[in-house]
């Protein structure tokens, strides 16, 4: 074990279905040049800030602290790794949006994200979390919007499924789906509850399994 991977779940647990042996944090990158040498598929998880992106990874790797969970929003500022059974890495992005931080920072971060996105031949997808109360932003429009135009296959989740009643999860998704254009309704998933993660590992196991982009 090298010094990076210092935090480590060790015990095999089964998330929706599926078996997770080992997750391991393996490094935070700042720019690409810090992006993990080892040439294995990542999925990575974008989205405004507080959506719930570091929760649910949490939740889909089985620990409750594996990844820092903000008490305050923009918290994660760097690209995190995290080593998922030795076969691929899931990776959490710092917030879409953030409003707490410089202009010129923020700035930064998101051509960092975008610089990623289109280079990062290993991205074999991007999970775009949307909160199921707020139906899609216009933030969350562009973001969505310029992703797609690098050629990245993403994939929409509503997030805090917990946090609605049926008629507002009803309303919610279908926002969700006119606003961001989707012709079928989006997993929506709770990471408190732990619901929609078998469905979702599915989706991130189907993306894994694709081969690189050109
Ligand atoms: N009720 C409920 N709360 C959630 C859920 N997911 C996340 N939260 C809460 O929402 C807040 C933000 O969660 P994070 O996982 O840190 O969000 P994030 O998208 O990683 O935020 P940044 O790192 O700032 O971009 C925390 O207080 C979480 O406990 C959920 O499914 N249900
Ligand atoms: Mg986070």
Redesign the pocket.
């Known amino acids: 074990m090298t010094i990076d991977e210092k935090k480590t779940k060790q015990a095999t647990v089964i998330v929706g279905g599926y078996e997770i042996r080992s997750a391991v944090f393996v490094k935070a990158a700042v720019s690409l040049q810090g992006l993990p040498k080892e040439r294995l598929p990542q999925i990575a998880f974008l989205?405004?800030?507080?959506?719930?992106?570091?929760?649910?990874l949490n939740?889909l790797m089985g620990s409750k602290k594996l990844?820092?969970?903000?008490?305050?929003?923009?918290?994660?500022r760097e690209l995190n790794f995290f080593k998922v059974n030795n076969e691929f890495f899931l990776v959490?992005l710092?917030?879409v949006g953030?409003a707490k931080v410089s202009n010129a920072k923020r700035d930064q971060m998101s051509d960092f994200i975008r610089e990623y996105v289109e280079k990062c031949k290993d991205l074999r997808g991007l999970v775009y979390?949307v909160d199921i109360r707020h139906g899609g932003t216009a933030i969350d429009i562009e973001t969505v919007e310029s992703i797609r135009n690098t050629g990245c296959p993403v994939l929409i989740v509503a997030?805090?499924?917990?946090?609605v009643n049926q008629s507002e999860f009803a309303k919610g998704i279908k926002l969700i789906k006119q606003r961001l254009g989707l012709e079928t309704s989006p997993i929506c998933?709770?990471?408190?509850?732990k619901t929609g993660l078998d469905e979702l590992w599915d989706e991130i196991l189907e993306a894994v399994r694709q081969d690189a982009r050109s």
């Not at 989205?47 to 649910?56: A, F, T, Y």
């Not at 820092?68 to 929003?73: M, Q, T």
């Not at 997030?159 to 946090?163: E, G, I, L, M, Y």
């Not at 998933?189 to 509850?193: D, G, T």
């Open positions: 989205g405004r800030s507080n959506v719930g992106k570091s929760s649910l939740a990844v820092k969970v903000s008490a305050a929003p923009g918290k994660t959490d710092p917030g953030f979390l997030s805090k499924r917990d946090k998933v709770s990471s408190l509850k």
